[in-house]
């Protein structure tokens, strides 16, 4: 690996400009005067860029602005001690130091673990005075080398390098329990913010008297917290400018959000706020995420558990097609009638397209306004439903390589409708696309290469191999497949469809979010496309899906705002006044917070309430073309009066049963941890808890 840094890279007390519009410029001439860069206007303005989305000023009087740049040829880092000052956003004031960090688009992982070290390595107060101590620029040559090569770095790296993963350890202070917090630091670069968030925050947490654990999602290689140690967190810290990956990981826990900028400049407040919301039971909590429960492993996976990750992101990712067109084929059957979808007398096409190619706002067709209207939102669904699968390949090969791998994954996905093999084939497609994505991307390129292969090499390689294997071997047996599937989906009546609800019910209430829940909601929305008027049944299955995972919260409030309230205690009451809204809204993360305190209550009473709303809901042939939204989507369920009685008979039978459990089952056990729980709550706030009938 060459040196990021030479001396013709660095400046010593020189004036560059006032601005850091100048400085950038100057800094980015001096990175191509050295042969590291193509052209100096090219990497200026990709910094000036970046630089306008979020300052890169930090405290201390450090800037370190950066960029990825196609100009840059190699990693490298241009360096300047300003005689004048210059501001670049930082709370504290404006910036003598300033790093300049040019990264070309292709850079590999080491030079990226590397960029990284140097950048956490800012907010240490040693390292910054020597460079301000440095006489000579082969003084700070010689500083960032230690730093991130020498002896230094790897004293350093088994601390720094924990972030890269869990940056903080875990400390036990004369045996009482410290807080413990995890967190997520991400930059949409990955480069420098990322990483000295991360330290800053775990710093400020030891301040505070907390344990945290942080994960790095940036670019150099990401090594995800373990489980267990988000299983045993009071509250979570995301510090990000871009979405947290596997964020229902978390689900549940309370969060406190900031750009990645605040996680460097105000890290003790944001660790405070996490503190804080740990022990609020109306704090802000991570949502249930569908492309990943709060028991997904993720690290030191097996195969099993890294499929099940796969398929769950490219379920997660699908789902905005399939809602956004579910919902507008419902608005528009709801305008037009159902008669939109099929073919008139004559005409080759359907209705909708019928419509649309013969009428306008202008020349409105027969049946009026509304016909129209109903025709174009039809049409757009079908159109959004239309990427259903090419988005689920797509997202499952982006879940094994990364960004690589979602032009081949889509291909596939384009290539399994072409051959009718239907969701299974964009499953099969999305793997395929993603491991060949995956393997080409180890391979060992010269240099001159690596800028072409995420954009070129991979996609056109991978693409060949999973849509060729596809479209010549297995597309035909999973077309002959899907087909079998749809017969036998639609051959469902009587005792069949039930016994199908209640396995559906028991299984959506059975972890809640958790991996089984989704495999049987991801089961119901990758079938979704198929329904239709004549082939009711995916849209049925839907329906049992939905109803079922509403139950548990429902029933969670029922009985402890209602039935039982004394065999609740008051936390668990405040939650159950939550859950009413979020189970309407097909939340079942909502009754997580009651199965965590109570599972061999809870999990069974919700278990026994889903089955009976998926029985029901099956038997009366409720459907849905929404594949999410609960009561909201009313517009989108057939029967919809069926659909709400078999949700309130599963919400009314799994309530009793948790209350029988709560009175019958270990009674006295139960109500002393509510009195002590309850006298607790009481004390810390300074009053006394009344007594609840």
Not at 205 to 215: M, P, Y
Not at 402 to 408: N, S, T
Not at 423 to 433: C, I, S
Not at 617 to 645: D, L, R
């Amino acid at each position: 690996m060459s040196s990021l840094i030479s001396t013709d890279l660095v400046g010593l007390d020189e004036d560059l400009g006032g601005t850091s519009t100048d400085v950038i410029r100057a800094l980015a001439a001096r990175v191509a005067a050295s042969g590291r860069a193509g052209s100096a206007d090219s990497l200026a303005d990709d910094a000036i860029k970046r630089e306008a989305s979020v300052g890169t000023g930090v405290p201390g009087g450090i800037a370190i602005p950066h960029a990825r740049s196609a100009s840059v040829t190699e990693p490298t880092l241009a360096f300047s001690r300003l005689a004048r000052t210059v501001g670049f956003g930082a709370p504290d004031g404006d910036a003598d130091i300033v790093f300049m960090i040019a990264v070309p688009e292709g850079a590999d992982g080491d030079h990226m673990t590397v960029l990284s070290t140097l950048a956490r390595a800012l907010i240490r107060d040693d390292f910054t005075a020597a460079l301000r101590a440095a006489k000579t620029p082969a003084d700070i040559v010689q500083l960032v080398d230690d730093e991130v090569s020498g002896e230094v770095a790897e004293t350093r790296g088994a601390t720094a390098t924990s972030a890269a993963g869990a940056t903080g350890a875990s400390s036990s202070d004369g045996g009482t329990r410290r807080p413990k917090l995890v967190g997520v630091t991400a930059c949409p670069t990955g480069i420098a913010h990322t990483f000295m968030a991360a330290d800053a925050l775990v710093a400020a947490a030891k301040r505070l008297g907390a344990d945290l654990q942080i994960e790095t999602q940036g670019s150099s290689k990401v090594t995800p917290l373990d489980p267990a140690v988000i299983a045993e967190a009071d509250a979570v810290i995301f510090a990000v400018d871009v979405d947290v990956r596997d964020q229902g990981r978390f689900a549940g826990k309370p969060v406190v959000r900031g750009p990645v900028k605040r996680g460097v400049d105000a890290p003790d407040a944001m660790v405070k706020e996490a503190l804080a919301a740990a022990t609020d039971p109306r704090a802000t909590r991570v949502s249930g995420s569908t492309a990943s429960g709060p028991a997904m492993a993720q690290g030191r996976q097996g195969f099993g558990s890294s499929l099940k990750r796969w398929l769950l992101t490219g379920v997660s990712y699908m789902i905005p097609f399939v809602a956004g067109g579910g919902l507008l084929i419902a608005l528009g059957f709801l305008l037009s009638g159902f008669g939109i979808a099929l073919t008139a007398d004559g005409n080759t096409v359907n209705n909708a397209v019928f419509t649309l190619q013969n009428f306008s706002l202008l020349n409105l067709p027969p049946e009026g306004l509304g016909y129209y209207l109903g025709a174009a939102a039809f049409q757009i669904g079908g159109a959004s439903m239309g990427f259903l699968v090419a988005a689920l390949a797509g997202y499952i090969a982006y879940a094994i390589a990364d960004r690589p791998g979602i032009a081949p994954g889509f291909v596939a996905g384009a290539i399994a409708v072409f051959m009718n093999a239907g969701f299974l084939g964009g499953l099969v497609g999305g793997l395929l696309a993603g491991a060949a994505a995956y393997f080409i991307g180890t391979w060992n390129v010269p240099r001159f290469v690596r800028g072409l292969m995420p954009v070129v090499i991979i996609p056109l390689l991978a693409s060949i191999f999973a849509s060729g294997l596809l479209l010549l071997v297995l597309g035909g047996p999973i077309a002959a497949l899907m087909a079998a599937l749809t017969d036998f989906l639609n051959g469902l009546s009587g005792t069949g469809a039930v016994l199908l609800g209640v396995i559906l019910g028991l299984m959506m209430c059975f972890d809640l979010g958790g991996p089984v829940n989704k495999v049987a909601y991801a089961f119901a929305v990758a079938g979704l496309s198929a329904g239709s008027i004549d082939n009711p049944a995916p849209w049925m299955i839907m329906a049992a899906v939905m109803g079922a995972g509403m139950v548990p919260p429902l029933a969670m409030a029922l009985a402890s705002t209602v039935l039982y309230r004394k065999g609740f205690t008051q936390v668990e009451r405040t939650n159950g006044g939550a859950a009413w809204l979020l189970g309407a809204s097909f939340i079942s993360e909502g009754a997580i917070p009651f199965a965590a305190a109570d599972p061999l209550r809870v999990i069974p009473a919700s278990m026994v309430g889903g089955a009976v709303t998926g029985a029901i809901s099956m038997a009366a042939g409720v459907t849905s073309q929404a594949p999410h939204g609960g009561v909201f989507v009313f517009f989108a369920i057939g029967n919809f009066g069926m659909w709400v009685v078999a949700i309130l008979a599963g919400t009314v039978v799994s309530a009793l049963v948790l209350v029988a459990l709560k009175k019958f089952v270990r009674r006295s056990d139960v109500a002393t941890e509510v009195a002590a729980e309850d006298a607790e709550i009481g004390s810390l706030s300074g009053t006394r808890t009344p007594a609840v009938a």
